[in-house]
Every structure is written in C-alpha cells, then in structure tokens.
C-alpha cells in the first residue's frame, strides 16, 4: 500500500509538473508520468497499474477543467463527459495492460518483459485517445 501511495504522489507531482513544461517545438511535449505506472503495474500487477492509470487520469481530468493543459482543455469544452471518459479509459488501459504484458513476459525474461511494458504503455495511452478521437 505504501509503495502504491508513493508511486501516486509521484504521478501526480510528474503530471503537474509536466504540464507547465512548454512543449518542445511547440508541439511535441515530454512526459516521464507514465514511467511510475510501468513500475507500480510490473512491481505490484496490473490492478496497481490500474490505480496509478486512474490517479494519472484524475489529474489529467482536472488539467482539462483548468486549463493547466490547453489541448485537454480544447477537447473538454468541445464535449466534457466524452473527455472524461475518453481520459479514464486511456489512462486505466495503459496501466492494466502494462501490467499484464509484464507478468506474461517475466518468466521468460524480467528485462525484456519491463521493455515490452514500458513499450506498450504509452501505444496503448497515445492509441486510445487518437482512436477516440478521430471516431467522435
């Protein structure tokens, strides 16, 4: 519990921190949030992961409403329960599937399990919203 309570303040403090970074270029921005989900979903499973994927949605979701993030918050006016939702699922998934790519793979090998996790999750972070997206 406490290694799970550790890894939320860090989403939290990694998201936060992370949107008031300007993007590189003006388009592309940096973000190492994802990295204490892959470790929480490969240390702890995928329903940790899942955890931490819904505490880095919470955040997300209050950027939006904020305006902390002017892209989150484009999409919020345009349709607030679709952005909600759209961001629950997409934040929840890469932590769950992160963690299950991993306990599939650990038996094999612990290394090329964490690299296929930490692949996975931003696919699965990044897919989940442009598919969202472009079908709404």
């Known amino acids: 519990m406490v290694g799970i309570a550790l890894l939320m303040a860090m989403v939290i403090v ?7 970074i300007p993007p590189i270029g003006g388009t592309v921005s940096i973000s190492l949030v994802l990295i204490p989900i892959i470790v929480g979903a490969a240390i702890y499973g995928p329903g940790a992961g899942a955890i931490l994927g819904a505490t ?8 939006c409403i904020t305006g902390a993030d002017p892209g989150g918050a484009m ?18 998934l890469c932590g769950t599937i992160s963690g299950l790519v991993y306990m599939a793979l650990r038996k094999v090998n612990a290394y090329v399990a964490m690299l296929c996790a930490a692949i996975i999750c931003p696919v699965i972070n990044t897919g989940v919203f442009v598919t969202c997206m472009m079908l709404w």
């Open 56 to 63: 880095f949605a919470v955040v997300t979701i209050i950027n």
């Open 14 to 20: 990694l998201q936060f921190v992370g949107s008031m």
């Open 75 to 92: 999409v919020f006016q345009a349709n607030p329960l679709l952005c909600i939702l759209v961001v629950s699922a997409k934040s929840v």
